[in-house]
């Protein structure tokens, strides 16, 4: 497949990105097994000493545990011996992880501590005295934790979690990780797309008021509201925030917008109860959106607060596992809060179930056409923070940041 | 086991199934009291005693929002439900008040002619019977975690 990208630069995009088998490897090798940091959990899914969750970091599956001690680990869930799945659950609390297959045994730091019948039995069998089948042992991820989102990475030489997210970023995501979590449940949105085309659309500011109708008939985030967009300086993170003061312009009716609403039939809410926003952070931000390259997403809306973390399942498909949260001091009303906010978000949300839809209509768009390119050219051709979200300047720091460790 | 009392559950369900699967959305709040509540949840958050749903409503308003919304605002391909309902369990809890545990499959149809199994999983459900039968809460408990693409029309 041709590989040559547009002459146009930053604000093209050519859609054999999204398209290409071998590059999907290649993603895998470079990117999610390489220098970037993935997201794995929340510290609260792991609350006590000897707690485990699965996941995976591209392709690869993944154990995260916290040991008797407290510290957390992550290793490759896969057996030394014949690469079976050495953990089958997808959470629990654990002395050991023995693999079902020959019931070889890892501690939790991802140790290989025995092995059975290592010695045979009545001196016939067992494996030679200088076998080593530690030299296949679970590759060991390094771990790091900020304000109790866990990450992890294959590489020794990625700088440190708070140098790779930038001090751009970081203080942005200790606004909304402020005190102990509770987790209030989990599902998967399942992406008919390429796992780019949904970091594409997280970084795209542009999109939010103009595909989710939702947002712009009830006012809820319009691009005439204060807001803006922070981007890391290597292009890789963003954020994006709206300020909660309720629009009052009628810009979109102006421009006769599909998303706008009309005057005479002003689309409303019998129970607007449903947006309350309490402002439990303290700096009336309605909405914040936040990415970290390759995959993770944090994000506030309202009192709607979720980790969503992007695995990738093959050129065209992708899994969304979203893990919806509160706080551990959360009164009564706040939890049900939470819970009618949670109708704005995941795969039947008010705000989100276009999004699957919009991704995977681009994926199905482009599908003879390997050959041309996205124009991403709103704000210009630069990459950085700035007041305006009419931009696509979040997206251009994701390709540039994907073309650097793609070396493409 | 009361018969009629069965029949009367069973109908209500086949009503509600036909009115989804013939895109009559419009109908779908009248199938609860006024206060009726309707959930959807994942069989793993329930039971992990987790609260978060993937859809909620309170109430008649609720669940016209839903309505108006999907008809106005959400944008999502054209595309049907077929509900298959069956094994339905009903108990009397009340002269005018019975709860029923009933299986569901929902098949869903893109217009490029895909059918996906796009769920399956339980209907737990409180009724009230008089003046006539509505749910007073319905939660739909999917057997899978998983969702394909979206969740647009209710289950």
Redesign the interface.
């Known amino acids: 497949m041709q590989r040559e990208w547009p002459a146009e630069g930053v604000t093209r995009v050519p859609y054999w990105v999204y398209q290409d088998e071998d590059l999907y490897k290649e993603e895998q090798d470079r990117i999610w097994r390489g220098a970037a940091w993935s997201y794995l959990c929340l510290e609260a899914e792991l609350p006590e000493p000897q707690s485990f969750v699965t996941t995976f970091v591209g392709d690869m599956p993944v154990v995260v545990t916290r040991d008797a001690k407290g510290a957390l680990h992550a290793w490759e869930n896969r057996c030394a011996h014949r690469g079976a799945l050495v953990c089958m659950q ?1 959470r629990g609390k654990a002395e050991r992880f023995a693999c079902i297959y020959h019931n070889w045994v890892y501690d939790h730091e991802g140790n290989l501590v025995t092995v059975a019948f290592r010695r045979g039995i009545a001196g016939k069998g067992g494996l030679p005295a200088d076998s080593k089948p530690e030299t296949q042992a679970p590759k060991k991820l390094r771990v790091a934790s900020l304000h109790g989102l866990v990450f992890g990475t294959l590489s020794a030489g990625a700088p440190s979690l708070e140098d790779y997210i930038g001090p751009d970023i970081v203080p942005r995501i200790q606004r909304v990780m402020k005190k102990p979590l509770k ?10 797309n390429n796992w780019k085309l949904y970091m594409d659309n997280v970084k795209d500011t542009y999109h939010a008021s103009l ?1 989710h ?2 947002f712009t ?1 009830f006012r809820i985030n319009r691009l005439t509201q204060k807001g803006g967009v922070f981007v890391s300086k290597d292009g890789a993170h963003h954020c994006t925030y709206t300020e909660m003061v309720e629009d009052t312009g009628d810009a979109y009716e102006k421009d006769g917008m599909r998303s706008a609403g009309s005057s005479s039939s002003q ?1 409303q ?3 607007p109860e ?1 947006l309350e926003q309490v402002d439990e952070l303290g700096d009336r931000v309605s909405i914040q959106i936040l990415s970290l390259f390759p995959g993770f997403v944090l994000h506030q809306i309202r009192n709607s607060l979720a980790a969503r973390q992007v695995v990738p399942k093959g050129v065209d498909r992708t ?1 969304l596992h979203w893990t ?1 949260f509160g706080f551990v001091d959360d009164d009564a009303a706040m ?1 049900r809060r939470r ?2 906010q ?2 704005l978000v ?3 949300g ?1 705000i989100s ?2 999004d ?3 991704t ?1 209509f681009v994926q199905r768009g482009v599908a003879g056409s390997a050959d041309r390119a996205s124009v991403i050219e709103m704000g210009g051709s630069t990459i950085g923070s700035g007041d305006s979200r009419v931009t696509e300047t979040a997206v251009r720091g994701l390709w540039q940041t994907w073309r650097r460790y793609m070396d493409l | 086991m009361e018969p009629q009392l069965q029949l009367v559950v069973e109908h209500l369900h086949a009503r509600y199934a036909h009115a989804l699967d013939e895109d009559r959305l419009e109908d779908w709040p009248q199938f609860f009291t006024e206060n009726g509540t309707y959930r ?3 069989a ?2 329930e039971e ?1 005693g ?10 008649r ?2 669940l ?3 309505v ?2 999907l008809r ?6 054209p595309q049907r439900y077929r509900h298959l309902v069956s094994s339905v369990l009903v108990e009397r809890t009340g002269e005018h008040a019975a709860s029923s545990r009933a299986n569901f499959l929902v098949v869903r149809i893109m217009q490029n002619g895909q059918s996906l199994l796009f769920a399956s999983g339980r209907y737990i459900d409180r009724i009230a019977l008089a003046p006539e039968p509505r749910y007073e809460e319905r939660v739909v408990i999917c057997d899978s ?8 029309i209710p289950l």
């Open positions: 997808a987790v209030l449940g989990t599902y998967t949105q399942v992406l008919p595909l109708l939702f008939r689309f809410l019998e129970a449903l899994e919806l939890q819970i009618l949670a109708n995941g795969p039947a008010y179930m276009e699957g839809a919009a995977g | 959807i949840t994942t793993e958050n992990r987790l609260p978060l749903p993937v859809l909620y409503a309170e109430g308003a609720m016209r929002d839903r108006a919304s106005h605002a959400n944008i999502y391909e975690r998983a969702f394909d693409t979206l969740l647009a």
